[in-house]
């Protein structure tokens, strides 16, 4: 299994500053506090997260998750962010979808160690570019189906 790579280091800039050395952080959520986060947390730590883990215990559903939010605050340009699986990050496919689209504009690698996903790699880039089309026809989907009820309901 590939570990996160803390010797990579971001670009120089026209600056006399070091350049930063960067991180490999942790994400992970239980959705109840009957559920533990032991198991997530090992498997972070031996696939080689060298950062925080950031952590939740709530729903997928819901928008404000403060360890999530937390963890896209402190990210940066070069870092890795590590997940078990890509459930973790949302309970919805386009919820998922919208917080690997946002880690990827900024310059963020997500891996996902369930998936297999690496988005610093090609395979990783398309896998999660298939995962965003299947979103986006499931809205679609949604979206004509409620039409087409709206249309039986005034019928």
Not at 45 to 56: P, Y
Not at 119 to 133: D, E, H, K, N, P
Request: hydrophobic share 35%.
């Amino acid at each position: 299994m590939k570990t996160c790579r803390p010797d990579r280091v971001n670009p120089p800039r026209r600056s006399r500053r070091k350049p930063r050395t960067t991180r490999c952080w942790g994400y992970a959520r239980v959705s109840t506090g009957h559920q533990v986060l032991d198991q997530q947390l090992d498997a972070l730590s031996a696939a080689g997260v060298n950062g925080r883990v950031f952590t939740d215990t709530m729903s997928g559903t819901r928008d404000d998750r403060p360890g999530l939010a937390e963890l896209m605050a402190y990210a940066r340009t070069g870092d890795t962010v590590t997940v078990v699986a890509l459930d973790r990050l949302g309970r919805s496919l386009s919820g998922i979808v919208q917080t690997v689209k946002k880690l990827g504009e900024r310059g963020i690698v997500l891996r996902s160690l369930r998936e297999g996903v690496d988005t610093s790699t090609s395979t990783g880039r398309m896998v999660l570019g298939i995962f965003a089309s299947l979103a986006e026809f499931s809205v679609i989907s949604t979206r004509r189906d409620a039409e087409i009820l709206d249309v039986k309901a005034a019928a």
